[in-house]
């Protein structure tokens, strides 16, 4: 596990020294939107086609995003009541405190979730991933997140049609149906083919840890201390409910271990988009985003060896 994190974050320090050094002449924010545009709608399409072509959705296809939604749902309403009482110490806008209540929540299920889980519990755990993220985290992201994002910056809500229509036209979702549609017809692909799909798919690990560090900041803001309470809830108590909730439903084994992983994991990337969308604290929301990652180096080892010790 040390291993594996210490080449993570190798690879994230080449990221950061991109955007440093413009290597290139490139922008950063250029070339990390040009590569996540392509695993977004074309390595992780491929990677889930792979995965649901190879094995079908079975029962924990439903527990695994019932552990994640209600992970999520509970630590955005601790998240909420802590920051509603600490808003006049803190002195946070609700720009800023829309940022915390969605940082302590939605974490880096995919991004770093996917190669940290495949790396532990080998790739066969890659399908309790995507259960977890496509199925759950991202409709909530785009249902709720948004709607906390938008009320609290741009003062109106987001349209329901809207928000499924963002969720429905996900290139990833559309390679789950293909893989399920393809195996459930008994429909045998060319080799050529898998090979592509799978050629394809191990581009996503190492594109979406570089892309991590080309996001990473450090910026300067006078609410630092705010992001502390978001940290805590999102790295510690995040993987304690996970752990409540997957065993209360009977989830086992490396499903539900993969589910406490998935909830430790640190504060989403994409939440930077969420928060220039809809006119939140940006620069608050990187460094949150860059102190759970850094921290997450050390709470994600133990979380791993408390649950497979």
Not at 159 to 171: G, H, K, V, Y
Not at 192 to 204: A, D, E, I, P, Q
Not at 271 to 295: E, F, G, K, Q, W
């Amino acid at each position: 596990m040390h291993d594996t994190l210490l080449s993570f974050g190798l690879i994230i320090l080449s990221g950061i020294v991109f955007r440093r050094l413009r290597v290139g002449g490139l922008d950063a924010n250029d070339i990390r939107q040009a590569i996540n545009a392509c695993v977004l709608n074309l390595f992780v399409p491929a990677l889930c086609l792979r995965i649901f072509y190879d094995s079908m959705l079975d029962f924990e296809a439903v527990l695994v995003p019932i552990v994640s939604s209600v992970t999520i749902l509970l630590t955005l309403a601790m998240a909420f009541l802590l920051y509603r009482l600490l808003e006049r110490w803190f002195k946070i806008s609700p720009a800023e405190r829309a940022v915390l209540i969605i940082g302590s929540a939605f974490g880096n299920t995919t991004f770093l979730g996917l190669p940290v889980i495949s790396e532990v519990f080998g790739q066969g755990a890659a399908r309790y991933v995507l259960y977890y993220d496509l199925f759950s985290t991202t409709p909530l992201l785009w249902l709720v997140a948004a709607q906390i994002a938008s009320v609290h910056g741009t003062g109106k809500g987001v349209r329901l049609t809207q928000s499924i229509r963002t969720i429905a036209l996900l290139p990833p979702i559309w390679g789950i149906a293909g893989g399920v549609a393809l195996k459930a017809a008994n429909v045998s692909l060319p080799a050529f083919v898998l090979k592509s799909l799978t050629m394809l798919g191990n581009l996503v690990v190492p594109l979406m840890i570089f892309s991590i560090g080309l996001a990473i900041t450090l910026p300067k803001i006078k609410h630092a201390w705010a992001v502390v309470p978001a940290a805590i809830i999102k790295l510690a108590l995040g993987p304690v409910i996970a752990f409540e909730v997957a065993g209360g439903i009977g989830l086992k084994g490396v499903a539900m271990n993969s589910c406490i992983v998935e909830a430790a994991m640190p504060t989403m990337v994409v939440s930077l988009l969420i928060a220039a969308r809809y006119n939140l604290d940006v620069t608050l929301c990187a460094l949150l985003i860059v102190v759970t990652t850094a921290i997450s180096f050390i709470t994600l080892p133990i979380v791993v060896s408390l649950i497979t010790g």
